[in-house]
Protein backbone atom coordinates (compact mmCIF):
# COMPACT_ATOMS: atom_id res chain seq x y z
CA UNK A 1 0.00 0.00 0.00
CA UNK A 2 0.54 3.69 -0.56
CA UNK A 3 2.71 5.44 2.26
CA UNK A 4 0.52 8.43 2.43
CA UNK A 5 -2.58 5.84 3.13
CA UNK A 6 -0.81 5.13 6.41
CA UNK A 7 0.10 9.26 7.06
CA UNK A 8 -3.40 10.13 6.30
CA UNK A 9 -4.87 7.26 8.64
CA UNK A 10 -2.83 7.83 11.54
CA UNK A 11 -3.50 12.14 10.84
CA UNK A 12 -7.22 10.64 11.20
CA UNK A 13 -6.54 9.15 14.66
CA UNK A 14 -4.88 11.98 16.22
CA UNK A 15 -7.91 14.35 14.46
CA UNK A 16 -10.28 11.91 15.91
CA UNK A 17 -8.27 11.88 19.51
CA UNK A 18 -8.15 15.69 19.52
CA UNK A 19 -12.48 15.81 19.04
CA UNK A 20 -12.78 13.21 21.83
CA UNK A 21 -10.77 14.62 24.25
CA UNK A 22 -12.09 18.12 23.26
CA UNK A 23 -15.84 17.01 23.59
CA UNK A 24 -14.79 15.72 27.08
CA UNK A 25 -13.14 18.54 28.17
CA UNK A 26 -16.51 20.60 27.34
CA UNK A 27 -18.91 17.88 28.83
CA UNK A 28 -16.70 18.42 31.87
CA UNK A 29 -16.97 21.79 31.94
CA UNK A 30 -21.03 21.57 31.62
CA UNK A 31 -20.96 19.25 34.14
CA UNK A 32 -19.51 21.56 36.81
CA UNK A 33 -21.57 24.82 35.85
CA UNK A 34 -24.67 22.46 36.75
CA UNK A 35 -23.16 21.91 39.73
CA UNK A 36 -21.92 25.58 40.42
CA UNK A 37 -25.18 26.54 39.64
CA UNK A 38 -27.43 24.21 41.51
CA UNK A 39 -25.23 24.98 44.45
CA UNK A 40 -25.93 29.00 43.94
CA UNK A 41 -29.49 27.87 44.06
CA UNK A 42 -29.51 26.27 46.79
CA UNK A 43 -28.16 29.10 48.77
CA UNK A 44 -30.26 31.78 47.42
CA UNK A 45 -33.32 29.57 48.77
CA UNK A 46 -31.73 29.25 52.12
CA UNK A 47 -30.86 32.94 52.39
CA UNK A 48 -33.91 34.20 51.46
CA UNK A 49 -36.54 31.70 53.15
CA UNK A 50 -37.17 30.91 56.68
CA UNK A 51 -39.29 28.89 58.98
CA UNK A 52 -40.95 29.62 62.44
CA UNK A 53 -43.57 27.71 64.14
CA UNK A 54 -47.18 28.84 65.32
CA UNK A 55 -50.69 27.76 66.42
CA UNK A 56 -54.20 28.42 64.82
CA UNK A 57 -55.93 30.86 66.53
CA UNK A 58 -59.08 30.58 64.68
CA UNK A 59 -60.41 29.49 61.47
CA UNK A 60 -63.59 31.04 59.35
CA UNK A 61 -64.71 29.16 56.18
CA UNK A 62 -61.11 28.92 54.79
CA UNK A 63 -59.93 31.84 56.18
CA UNK A 64 -56.81 30.93 58.77
CA UNK A 65 -55.12 32.97 61.40
CA UNK A 66 -51.83 31.52 62.91
CA UNK A 67 -50.30 32.91 65.48
CA UNK A 68 -46.39 32.55 65.54
CA UNK A 69 -43.61 31.74 68.55
CA UNK A 70 -42.69 35.38 68.68
CA UNK A 71 -46.56 36.53 69.06
CA UNK A 72 -47.08 37.74 65.00
CA UNK A 73 -50.44 37.05 64.04
CA UNK A 74 -50.52 35.71 59.95
CA UNK A 75 -53.50 34.81 57.87
CA UNK A 76 -53.74 32.81 55.50
CA UNK A 77 -56.13 30.80 53.05
CA UNK A 78 -56.84 27.02 53.27
CA UNK A 79 -58.59 24.12 54.08
CA UNK A 80 -58.17 21.39 56.77
CA UNK A 81 -56.59 22.82 59.46
CA UNK A 82 -58.61 23.00 62.90
CA UNK A 83 -57.98 25.30 66.12
CA UNK A 84 -54.93 24.47 67.53
CA UNK A 85 -53.48 22.52 65.20
CA UNK A 86 -49.09 23.33 65.17
CA UNK A 87 -48.01 24.69 61.85
CA UNK A 88 -44.85 25.10 60.28
CA UNK A 89 -44.68 28.09 58.56
CA UNK A 90 -42.33 28.87 55.80
CA UNK A 91 -41.83 33.04 54.68
CA UNK A 92 -40.04 34.10 51.82
CA UNK A 93 -38.48 37.69 52.98
CA UNK A 94 -39.03 39.89 49.86
CA UNK A 95 -35.21 40.61 49.99
CA UNK A 96 -36.04 42.42 53.52
CA UNK A 97 -34.27 40.88 56.55
CA UNK A 98 -34.63 43.04 58.85
CA UNK A 99 -38.58 43.80 58.36
CA UNK A 100 -40.93 41.13 59.05
CA UNK A 101 -43.99 42.55 57.92
CA UNK A 102 -44.09 41.96 53.77
CA UNK A 103 -42.54 38.32 54.42
CA UNK A 104 -45.07 36.40 51.99
CA UNK A 105 -45.85 33.16 53.50
CA UNK A 106 -44.95 29.88 50.84
CA UNK A 107 -45.96 27.13 52.97
CA UNK A 108 -47.64 26.02 55.77
CA UNK A 109 -47.44 22.45 57.49
CA UNK A 110 -49.19 20.81 60.00
CA UNK A 111 -46.41 19.34 62.61
CA UNK A 112 -47.12 17.06 65.46
CA UNK A 113 -45.49 18.24 68.97
Do not use: P
Not at 26 to 41: D, K
Request: proline residues 0%.
Amino acid sequence: MNDNYFFYKEREQMRRAKRVTCIQTLLGCVFFMAIIFSALCIVGNYETHYTTDGVIKATSANKILVEDKNGNEWYFEGDGYMMGDNVRLTFFTNGTDRNRKDDELVKVKVIDK
